[in-house]
C-alpha cells in the first residue's frame, strides 16, 4: 500500500480476533523519547477573536485559561480514552496562533514510555479548544472547532511521521 | 445585532470587567429542563470506515467502545472545561452515521438544571471522536476530526437555538 | 410473572432497541427520597481476622481505611459505571460485622433523587471489601469476596424492595 | 507454614507498629513484569442472560459497556483502594464465560512496575460485573455478585501464585 | 458556652457514637443559598511576588494558572475530603490581594444545597496558594502558606458566620 | 545570591519568556530517589483537640480519616496543581503531633522519578488538614491552617534542601 499514514488494513490494534474491545500488551516494549504535535482550529468571527485577544496579546485571563485546561486534559488522556495506556508525562505545551476568524490551538506533549503520545497532544488540543468556546458561546454559538489533526509524531518503533501542510 | 447568535459583543461572560476568570454565580437562576444537541465528524477513509462497521452494522466493540467514551466524558465535562457548572445530567446519548469515508458522532444531552448542556454534549461528542480516533491512528493517523459544533439547544432562558442546516 | 424481582423481561432498559448502550432520560422523573442498603462478605482465616480486630473492636487504622474508601466510592460510582446518573448523596455510611471466618461489609446510601442509589450502595460495599482484601493480600491471597449483593431498597416509583433473609 | 498462601502472620503489610495506615516504601523494589488474573461471578437467572447475550454471542452493546468499565476502573485502581501505589498498566483484558444462570468475568493486566497487580486484576473484574449487574437491575434485583478472587499471579520477589481450580 | 464559633462540645459530626466515620444524613434538610469565603495566605520575598505580577497587575499567565487551579479544586472537594456531601456549586470565584512580601487568596463560593460550602472555599484557596508555590518553589523553597481560615458563612439553619477582622 | 532557598531570580520555572504556562520538559532528566517532607499545622482549642485523639491516643476513626485524605491527596497532586508533572509514587505517609491547641501534620512522599515530590508531600499535609477542618468545622469554625512549609527534600541535581528549625 502506497499511502504511509495507512500501515496495516487487516484490522483494528485495540479489538482482539473476536472484535473485543483490550487495552494491547504494551509490556515487551521498551520505553523511549516521543513527542506528538497536534492542532485543533475554532472559526468564529473577527468581533469575537477580537474579545480574546488585542493585538496579539492576551487580554485578561481567556487564553490562559484554555492552556491550563489543554495541559491538564493532556495528564487526563487515559481516564478519557477507554484503551489508552497510562503514561508519564514529561512535557505539555500549549500555544495559540490567531487569525483574523480564526484561533489555531497548537499542543506539543512528551512522554519516555512504551506508546506514543498522539492522543495526548489531541486531547489537549481538543480541550482547549472547548475551553475557548465555552467562554465565547454566550457572543457566537456558531463557532465551529474543526481540523483537529495529528501535525507530527517521533519516537517508537513506527517511526516518525508529519503531516503534510 | 441582527445574527441571533451575537447577543452581546461587550465581553465574555466567563471573565470579570478585570479580565479575571471566573465560575459565574448562577444561583439567582432556576432549574429548568434543558437539551443541547452536538456533533463531531471522523474523516478517514472507506477501507478503515468498513473495520469499524459492516453495512451500517458495528463490527466488534469499536462503536460501543467510543459510544461510552462518549457519555461518561459528557459526566466529566465541568471537570475538563474549568469555568463550566457541575449539572446532573439527566441523559446522555451517543449515535453514528456512517458515510462514505466520514462517520458523523451525535451527542444528545439533558439535564434538569440552571445552566445549558451545550459543553456537555460537545464534549461527548468531541470525546466520542478522539476514541474512535485511537482505534483508527494504527492504520490512519492521517484522520481528522472536525465541524464539532452545536446542533440545537433548548431551555433557559437564552432560549432556543438551532444550526441551520 | 410471580417473582416480584423480574418486573420486565423484555429487554434492558440501558439498552435501546438497536442493543445500543445510552444513559437513559429520567428528566421526567420527580426528585424523591431514596435509600439503598446492600453488603459484600470478605471470606478469609480467623487469624487474619484477628489482624483486622481484637475482640469486636478495631485494632489499628484497618476498618477505617476501608470505611473511607467505602464511602469515597459511593461518590464515584457515576465515573465507575458508565451508564449511571450522578447524584447528589445526602448519607453515605458503612458498618463491619465480623464473624469467625469473615467479615460482613453492609453499606447503607441516601439521596433525594430522581435514580436510586443500588449502585452506589453496591459500589460502596465492593470497595470496602477490595480494600479489606488489599491489607490482608500479603497474609492470606486466597481470600474471597462474595456475596455482593442489594439487602433492600425504598423510594421511587418501583416501589420497596427487601431481599429475603 | 504450610500454606503457602499465609507467608506472614505477624502483622498487616499497609499499616505500620502503631497500626496506622501508610503507603509502603517500594523505591528500593526493582520494576519487573507481573500479570495477575483475577474473577468475579455473576449469578442472575437464565432469562436474564438471555438478554446479556445470544447462543454465546454479544447481544448489543451490553458486554461491550461492561468490558470497558471494567478496563478504565483497572486504570482507576490506586484511585480507589486508599494504600494502592500508583502503577503504568501495560496490558488490561477482560473476558466473559456464560453459564447456564451465571457469567464469569475475567480480568488480566500486566504491568512493569515494582508492586504487582492483584488489585488491578480484582478491581477490574469487580466494576465489570457492578456494570452488568447495573444493566440487569431492573429485570433482576436479586442477582449476586461472587467469587471474586485472584486466579493468578506472577512476578515479583514474593513468587507466582496459582489459585487450584 | 460564650465562644460562638463553639457550638457543641459533645462530639464530631463526621463520627457516629462508636467514633466510626460516615458521611452524614443531609436528606431531612432543605436546600438554600449558601456562600462561604476563606482565604490563605502566601508568605514569599519581594522579589519573587515582582515575578508573579507587576505593580499589581498580571505578570504572564501565573495567577491565572492559581486562578484556575483553585476554582477547578473547589469542584472537586467532595472527591478530596472524605465525608463531605458532593454540592452543585453555583459560584466559585478566587481573587488575590498582593501585599510586600506576601500574597492572599480570597476564595468565595456559593450553591444552593443542603449543606454549606466552608471546605469548598477553603480547599479551593489552599490549592491556589499551593499552585503559586509550585511556580516559586525553584527560586523560593522557603515560601510559606499560612493563615488559612473561613473568613465567612451564610445560608443554613446554623446561622451566619464572620470572622473578626 | 547568598540564600540557598533562592537560586534563581530571573523567573519562574513554569512560564516561558512570553509569561505563558507549560509544564516544562524533563524529557533529559534521569530518575532518582527522591524524597520530600512537608507540614501543617491546625490550630484549634484544646477541648477541640480532646474530641479528636484521648491522651494521645486516636480516639475513633479522625485521624484515619485525615491520614487517608492526605495519602490519596499525594497521588491526586498532578490533577491539582495544573502544571505538575505525574509521578510513581512510591511511598506516602502522614503523621500527626498532638499539642495543647494545635495538632501538626507531618507527610513525607518517595519517588523514584524525574522530578521532586516537594507538591506531594505539600499538598498531602494540606489535605490532611483540611479533612481534619471538615470533622471540628461544627466545633470551631476558627480553626485555623497555617505554617504549611517544606522541611526538607532529597535527590534530583538541585540538591538537598532542609528548613532550618
Same mark, same amino acid.
Given at each position: 500500500?502506497?499511502?504511509?499514514?495507512?500501515?496495516?488494513?487487516?484490522?483494528?490494534?485495540?479489538?482482539?480476533?473476536?472484535?473485543?474491545?483490550?487495552?494491547?500488551?504494551?509490556?515487551?516494549?521498551?520505553?523511549?523519547?516521543?513527542?506528538?504535535?497536534?492542532?485543533? !482550529?475554532?472559526?468564529?468571527?473577527?468581533?469575537?477573536?477580537?474579545?480574546? &485577544?488585542?493585538?496579539?496579546?492576551?487580554?485578561?485571563?481567556?487564553?490562559?485559561?484554555a492552556? !491550563?485546561?489543554?495541559?491538564?486534559?493532556?495528564k487526563?488522556?487515559?481516564?478519557?480514552?477507554?484503551?489508552?495506556?497510562?503514561?508519564?508525562? &514529561?512535557?505539555?505545551?500549549?500555544?495559540?496562533?490567531l487569525?483574523?476568524?480564526?484561533?489555531r490551538?497548537?499542543?506539543? !506533549?512528551?512522554?519516555?514510555?512504551?506508546?506514543?503520545?498522539?492522543?495526548?497532544?489531541?486531547?489537549?488540543?481538543?480541550v482547549?479548544?472547548?475551553?475557548?468556546?465555552?467562554?465565547?458561546?454566550?457572543?457566537?454559538?456558531?463557532?465551529?472547532?474543526?481540523?483537529?489533526?495529528?501535525?507530527?509524531? &517521533?519516537?517508537?518503533? &513506527?517511526?516518525?511521521?508529519?503531516?503534510?501542510?
Amino acid at each position: 500500500m502506497s499511502d504511509p499514514g495507512m500501515t496495516e488494513m487487516t484490522g483494528l490494534t485495540h479489538l482482539n480476533a473476536a472484535g473485543e474491545a483490550l487495552m494491547v500488551d504494551v509490556s515487551a516494549k521498551d520505553p523511549s523519547h516521543r513527542e506528538a504535535k497536534a492542532q485543533a !482550529v475554532l472559526n468564529t468571527q473577527p468581533e469575537v477573536l477580537a474579545l480574546l &485577544s488585542n493585538g496579539g496579546l492576551p487580554k485578561g485571563d481567556a487564553l490562559a485559561v484554555a492552556r !491550563v485546561a489543554g495541559i491538564m486534559a493532556a495528564k487526563k488522556t487515559s481516564e478519557l480514552i477507554p484503551l489508552c495506556h497510562p503514561l508519564p508525562l &514529561s512535557k505539555a505545551q500549549i500555544d495559540f496562533e490567531l487569525g483574523d476568524d480564526a484561533i489555531r490551538i497548537l499542543a506539543l !506533549v512528551r512522554t519516555l514510555g512504551v506508546t506514543g503520545v498522539e492522543m495526548e497532544a489531541l486531547t489537549a488540543a481538543s480541550v482547549a479548544a472547548l475551553t475557548l468556546y465555552d467562554m465565547i458561546k454566550a457572543v457566537d454559538k456558531r463557532a465551529v472547532i474543526g481540523e483537529i489533526k495529528l501535525l507530527a509524531k &517521533s519516537g517508537g518503533k &513506527s517511526g516518525n511521521f508529519e503531516a503534510e501542510a
